[in-house]
C-alpha cells in the first residue's frame, strides 16, 4: 500500500467517511485525481481549469497538484482504481 508523505498541504483533505477516502479539495468534493486528470493528462493549464470549475482557485488546483507529487503511486491508485468503475459502468 502507497505511503502518504508527511508534507502540509491546505487546500487537500482525505476521510474515509467522505467521498470514498479519495483526496478532494477541501470544502468541495472535487478529487485531486481530477485535477491530474485534466492538468497533467488532458493538458489544460490551471488558469483553465479554475476558469471551467469557477468554485475552485489557483491556490487549490496548485496544492492538488504538489500534493499528487507528493503522493504519486496513491493518486495513480485512485484514478486507475476510478477508471476501472467508470469502465465497468458503462459496460453493463
Known amino acids: 500500500m502507497a505511503k502518504l508523505a508527511n508534507n502540509v498541504h491546505p487546500y ?3 476521510q474515509a467517511n467522505f467521498c470514498g477516502g ?3 479539495i ?3 468534493k472535487f478529487p485531486v485525481r481530477s485535477v491530474v486528470t485534466y ?3 488532458q493538458g489544460l493549464s490551471p488558469e483553465e481549469l479554475v476558469k ?3 468554485h475552485l482557485t ?3 488546483v496548485y496544492d492538488a497538484l504538489s500534493y499528487y507529487y507528493d ?3 496513491l493518486i495513480d491508485k485512485d484514478i486507475r482504481d476510478n477508471s476501472a ?3 465497468s459502468d458503462t459496460a453493463d
Request: cysteine-free; hydrophobic content about 40%; proline content about 4%.
Open 22 to 24: 479519495s483526496p478532494v
Open 52 to 54: 471551467e470549475f469557477s
Open 39 to 41: 492538468v497533467l493528462q
Open 26 to 28: 477541501k470544502g468541495t
Open 71 to 73: 503522493n504519486k503511486e
Open 12 to 14: 487537500v483533505i482525505s
Open 85 to 87: 468503475s467508470a469502465a
Open 58 to 60: 489557483l491556490a487549490q
